[in-house]
């Protein structure tokens, strides 16, 4: 089956030309393409993808924004994140919102179409940068945090590895288990950040 | 003090029980006896009198009363007696029983003591002995010259002129003087003095002289009379240069060569009456009936005002009338007294059930008549005789008597009930023809013009009675209201008819022309009250008046100074006033103030008030029905009111209107007297014109035991008191106004220049607090009102000045301020520096916002824009034909995203949010990642954990990045590498960057470097060359090493590189 993949970009001429790209490409097929946060907001909650490349910069409710408001209602759908520029602070708050993973723009298709279809078979594509920025995140013990909001120990190492320059592949073949394992490892990991930022969220909240 | 109004209300049956007492003797005259109503007021020991034996009084300039008894000298201003006694006596011996007070012609008070002259002035008494030495001498009697100095009369050493300390002049017997022994003194206008001289032991004198001081020539009485006169008690020559004696049982006058007589049984005969005295309207003022009633005789009336009715039991020593009208009373044992003629006087109607006395309109008629109309009936009021007419001819008793007037034929008219009644020898009958063709109809106003035409005005439209017969003229004539509210004739014959509606008509020439609010006149019924002689008309509303002139309308109301909203009449008194009656009494106002007013050139109206203090049973007026008020040939004027009506001569009125002296009596300074009664000496006053010096003299000379500067009213030589530093903390001024007319609505207004922005609210107060003043120059003053109202414009002036501490003086202020502004230099200085230093991070930051601008915008428009194309050539890719075509548009795609690459490299460089050295670290590191990774080779990273807080240049990322990037290039090309590892480590300060691989290596020869063709460092020969200057260019070292895990290897010393600024 197919994945179904939406587009949130504001740029026409890329939107337009990766819907078609996606839709001539056997084993995709295009859900919706937006030009807006809002538009998207609308649309994508009623037609449901697999997989959404939503632009970081999307203008009218920014791409974390939406991801953030969409990822709770559509907690199968994938976001991947699109950037023009290197703004690992933006990508990590799609990751915290909720995203499972970025591209830049300016890769050819065949490497979105990779991206994509990593990410719907539940992995999850992370930069070095990502990951450090991650540790640097589960550096810092929140007072009132819970275990499901720290790292375990293999997790931790996954992390480690990642920061140097290890691929998902590698990391296996380092520790001996399984790329499904990394993957796995990282989907939670992933899922504790944004746990963790939630609760950061409402503690900031509460803390006034 | 004792009862208030007696006599308030003479009540119109009552006051024929005084009618005139004649008595004819042929050549004597009779003049006129009428009991006169009065207010007493009298004043004991307990009000602080020194004694309740009043045997003189005498009032100086500056308004003060003196009253001298036998213990002592009490000044009193009409609240309150300052009693002198320390004052008076020398190393406090001697005896305080005053003989006599005078008043010289510069102001100075003389007081008679049996061992001693004293005099007051400007607040300074001096005291002249005569018990011994020069001045020794048996005092008589003794009078103020209008000059200057004393006339004294002796006992047995004739006449003595007393003059700057000392006797200057002396006539005796031997001179001329009848004898050596002088009873009485008078002085007349030219200075010549009257001099009765008596016998040894017979106090009548015996004959009198006039001595003329300039010549020394005495002339005998009769010489000047040209006949002999005897047994004359006392000889005065009054402001008019009228010579006036009395003698048993007459008044003698002696005016321009003629001798007139008046009879006095009726008020003396054998009783001397005293000294004679004159007030300020020139009438005389006498004490006969041993000491029980004072009369004034003017124009040949006797005005009695007689206190024996009053308790008063013992004899009266002293009268004195004072500038406002009141006259004062010294008393054997009573105390003091003041009378005050009623000259205001409410008449009361004698109503059968004593209800309502109310008066609705006054009408004069021919003669000394008046009318008044009272509701139930009409009277006629003459000569104090009373007749009125209750029953109509048809035998009914009269309703709504409420207007009446007498036409210049003698016919009476009359309003009541129902209509119009006329006066005639059958009694008040009705007129005929005069309808309005109504039969209730309601006069409202009666009026005759100038020309004789009685004009009617009613509910129901307008009468003009003509040759017999009435004609109506209504709206449908063009009045703009039937209801009429009152009538006015101009001048030029033409009418002024006011109506309920609120319009004043204009009848001219047989048409109307109405004004109404719409060219200005106040809203509500219009009732015209004056019309001046070039036709100018002065309206009532119940908002104010209303000038009409040449068809332009002003308006003066109570914000104006109007005395209340409504007046219901405007009396001309002939001198430049109008009198109205309203609601609030009876007031007068300036016509030119008026007018003034009326024309906006002044702000303020001074209205003169008169009410229930002044001798009214109400104030409040009626004026519904006109006429309303009348003004009689002899110039006494009748407003009706709700109780009685209101009678007085404006001119007797206006006498005790004088505008109150205003004294500042005592300035205390934190509980010490600093100027005024009881000053200690310490503080030196500067008085102007008398030197310190002089002044100690003069006390010294004269044994003055106290000397007190003062103020008086308008005194522009008042002192200027120099207070020290620290002095005046709180300050209290007493000040008071010298008037007796009603002393406790005596208003005041004060003011501290220097202090107080403006004249303070007005205040019944006789004492001003400050407090905490600064140091400066200081001007007291204060003005006063008397209870009408009437202003002493000219201020009272106490004038000091506070000296500074030594921290409030200008040197230390000019220290200081020199202090300041050094500071202020210094501030001035660093913040310019700061400032400048701001405008260098404003410029640096606004050099930021624009590189992230463009930053921004090459990616978001270039940077999209080019992927949008690479994705089109991907797209054309899929859908051609043709390996040719697809593989140039493999290479467009390839091309262009090759340009976004460097792009990216170039606006990441640029963009000021990636200044930072983990920035830099962070984008190498994903650069390297994402090449070797696309290279299909092993990525191996060694970043520090945390890195220094270190600002990295925009130029120093970008060569950095470049050097990187031709770095990983040249390792990517070398044969067998499998993996890259890229390290980013501090050494010291020094950034280390190495980018290794396990290839093969290479010659340090540029020409075997492989050609990158489209890789972004141009040909391979200028990489290694462009690595190094680049890094060179940094000051940072750049090394090579090919071989197995060898690179490239850089190191940069960060020193150049700012802490980052958070």
């Known amino acids: 089956m197919s994945i179904k993949v939406s587009i949130v970009e504001d740029n026409q001429s890329i939107r337009q030309s990766l819907a078609e790209i996606l839709d001539s490409t056997p084993g995709f097929r295009l859900g919706d393409a937006c030009a807006t946060g809002e538009e998207a907001l609308q649309r994508l909650l009623n037609n449901p993808a697999d997989v959404v490349l939503m632009d970081i910069n999307v203008p009218r409710k920014s791409g974390v924004h939406c991801v953030r408001e969409l990822k709770p209602c559509l907690p199968k759908t994938q976001f991947i994140m699109l950037t023009i520029e290197d703004d690992s602070q933006r990508v990590f708050e799609s990751l915290q919102a909720g995203a499972t993973g970025y591209l830049v723009k300016n890769v050819p298709p065949d490497r979105i179409f990779a991206a994509i279809e990593e990410v719907h078979q539940g992995g999850s594509p992370m930069s070095s940068q990502i990951a450090r920025m991650l540790v640097q995140t589960f550096q810092t013990k929140r007072p009132s945090s819970e275990r499901n909001e720290e790292l375990t120990a293999r997790e931790s190492e996954i992390l480690t590895l990642l920061t140097r320059g290890y691929r998902s592949k590698e990391v296996a073949d380092e520790l001996a288990i399984s790329v499904q394992t990394v993957h796995t490892h990282l989907r939670n990991i992933y899922e504790k950040l944004q746990v963790r930022s939630r609760a950061e969220a409402v503690a900031r909240y509460l803390g006034g | ?1062």
């Open chain 2, 1 to 1062: 003090m004792f009862c208030r109004p007696f006599h308030r209300v003479l009540s119109i049956w009552l006051a024929s029980a005084s009618l005139p007492v004649s008595t004819a003797v042929a050549e004597i005259l009779p003049g006129t006896v009428v009991a006169q109503p009065f207010t007493l007021h009298r004043w004991t020991t307990e009000n602080n009198l020194p004694q309740n034996t009043v045997n003189y009084l005498a009032q100086t300039p500056d308004g003060y009363l003196w009253a001298g008894t036998r213990t002592g000298l009490a000044r009193f201003d009409g609240v309150r007696f300052t009693v002198f006694t320390r004052e008076l006596l020398m190393n406090g011996q001697g005896d305080l029983s005053c003989r006599d007070l005078e008043v010289d012609g510069k102001g100075r008070l003389w007081i008679r003591l049996p061992d001693a002259l004293v005099c007051y002035h400007q607040g300074r008494f001096e005291r002249f002995s005569t018990e011994s030495g020069p001045l020794q001498s048996d005092i008589q009697t003794m009078i103020a010259s209008r000059e200057s100095g004393l006339w004294i009369g002796t006992r047995g050493q004739g006449l003595k002129r007393f003059e700057n300390g000392a006797f200057t002049r002396l006539y005796r017997a031997a001179d001329g003087l009848g004898t050596d022994w002088v009873g009485l003194l008078n002085e007349d206008g030219q200075g010549r003095v009257w001099i009765g001289c008596t016998d040894r032991d017979w106090p009548i004198a015996r004959s009198w002289q006039r001595l003329d001081p300039v010549s020394g020539e005495l002339v005998s009485l009769s010489e000047v009379l040209g006949f002999a006169l005897t047994n004359i008690w006392d000889l005065f020559p009054d402001h008019d240069g009228r010579l006036w004696a009395t003698l048993p049982g007459q008044l003698l006058c002696w005016a321009e060569g003629k001798l007139t007589r008046y009879d006095t049984s009726a008020i003396w005969n054998h009783e001397n009456p005293g000294r004679i005295k004159e007030d300020n309207t020139g009438a005389l003022w006498l004490a006969p009936g041993n000491g029980t009633k004072a009369v004034r005789f003017k124009d040949g009336r006797w005005d009695v005002f007689n206190l024996e009715n009053q308790g008063i039991d013992r004899d009266i020593r002293e009268v004195l009338p004072d500038r406002e009208g009141n006259v004062w009373v010294g008393t054997g044992a009573q105390g003091l007294l003041q009378i005050q003629p009623q000259r205001i006087m409410s008449l009361l109607t004698k109503s059968p059930g004593g209800g309502n006395q109310e008066i609705h309109s006054v009408a004069a008629g021919a003669g000394d008549v008046v009318w008044l109309a009272t509701g139930s009936r009409l009277l006629r009021f003459q000569h104090d005789a009373v007749e009125h007419f209750a029953v109509g001819s048809d035998g009914r008793a009269l309703t709504q008597v409420q207007a009446a007037l007498e036409d210049r034929s003698g016919q009476v008219w009359v309003k009541c009930h129902g209509g119009l009644l006329k006066l005639t020898k059958e009694g008040l009958t009705r007129v005929p023809g005069a309808d309005a063709g109504r039969s209730n109809w309601v006069v409202t106003a009666l009026r005759e013009d100038r020309r004789g035409r009685l004009w009617i005005g009613s509910d129901s439209g307008l009468l003009e009675h003509r040759d017999g017969t009435f004609i109506l003229y209504t709206t449908r004539d063009g009045l703009s209201d039937d209801a009429i509210c009152g009538i006015r004739d101009a001048p030029d014959g033409s009418l002024w008819v006011g109506t309920q509606s609120g319009e004043l008509n204009h009848l001219k020439d047989g048409r109307f022309h109405a004004y109404s609010t719409r060219d200005g006149l106040l809203p509500g019924r219009v009732i015209p009250l004056a019309v001046e002689e070039d036709g100018t008309i002065w309206t009532g509303t119940p908002t104010g008046l209303n000038r009409i002139r040449a068809g332009e309308i002003r308006a003066v109301t109570e914000r104006e100074g109007l005395l209340d909203h409504e007046t219901y009449s405007l009396l001309d008194d002939k001198r430049g006033h109008y009198w109205a009656h309203c609601n609030r009494g009876i007031f007068r106002v300036r016509q030119a103030d008026l007018h003034a007013v009326a024309d906006g050139r002044q702000r303020r109206l001074h209205c003169v008030s008169y009410g229930k203090a002044d001798g009214m049973a109400s104030t409040e007026g009626n004026g519904d029905y006109q006429p309303n008020a009348a003004r009689l040939p002899d110039g006494r004027m009748w407003f009706p009111m709700t109780r009685g009506v209101v009678v007085f001569d404006p001119g007797e009125v206006m006498e005790t209107d004088v505008p109150p002296p205003i004294v500042i009596e005592q300035v205390q300074a934190d509980d010490e007297v600093i100027y005024g009664d009881g000053v200690a000496q310490r503080w030196s006053a500067a008085v102007p014109n008398r030197s310190g010096h002089d002044a100690q003299k003069v006390a010294a000379a004269s044994q003055a035991m106290s000397s007190i500067p003062r103020a008086a009213a308008g005194d522009s030589r008042a002192p200027v008191l120099r207070l020290p530093a620290g002095r005046a903390r709180w300050l209290k001024i007493h000040y008071t106004a010298n008037s007796f007319f009603d002393p406790r609505r005596v208003r005041f207004q004060y003011r501290l220049t220097g202090h107080d922005r403006d004249w303070r609210k007005m205040t019944d107060e006789r004492v001003a607090y400050y407090a905490d003043l600064k140091p400066g120059h200081y001007r007291f003053q204060v003005k006063a009102a008397n209870p009408h109202g009437v202003w002493n414009e000219t201020p009272a002036v106490f004038e000091f000045s506070l000296a500074p501490h030594f921290y409030e003086t200008w040197p230390f202020y000019i220290l200081c301020v020199t202090g300041a502004v050094l500071a202020g230099l210094g501030v001035h200085h660093r913040r310019v520096r700061g400032l400048r230093r701001l405008q260098h991070l404003e410029q640096q930051r606004a050099l930021l916002d624009e590189r992230a601008r463009i930053a921004r915008d090459l990616h978001d428009d270039l940077g999209a824009n080019l992927t949008g194309i690479a994705l089109k050539a991907d797209l054309a890719q899929r859908q051609l034909q043709g390996p040719q075509a697809v593989g140039q548009l493999a290479e467009i795609a390839a091309n262009t995203r090759a340009l976004v690459d460097n792009m990216r490299g170039t606006v990441w460089a640029l963009n000021p949010k990636h200044d930072t050295l983990e920035g830099l670290a962070r984008f190498l590191a994903q650069q390297v990642e994402d090449f070797v990774t696309d290279a299909g080779l092993r990525c191996r990273l060694e970043l520090p954990g945390e890195f220094p807080g270190l600002t990295v240049p925009s130029p120093a990322r970008y060569h950095i990045h470049l050097v990187v990037k031709e770095g990983l290039h040249n390792a990517v090309k070398h044969a067998g590498a499998r993996e890259i590892r890229f390290s980013l480590q501090m050494d010291g300060s020094d950034l280390c960057l190495c980018l290794a691989d396990d290839g093969q290596g290479f010659e340090l020869n540029d020409s075997q470097l492989p050609t990158l063709g489209s890789q972004p460092s141009g040909n391979g020969g200028n990489g290694l060359l462009n690595m190094r200057q680049r890094v060179e260019s940094l000051g940072g070292r750049w090394e090579l090493a090919s071989g197995c895990g060898q690179g490239t290897r850089i190191s940069i010393p960060t020193q150049s590189f700012r802490p980052k600024s958070t």
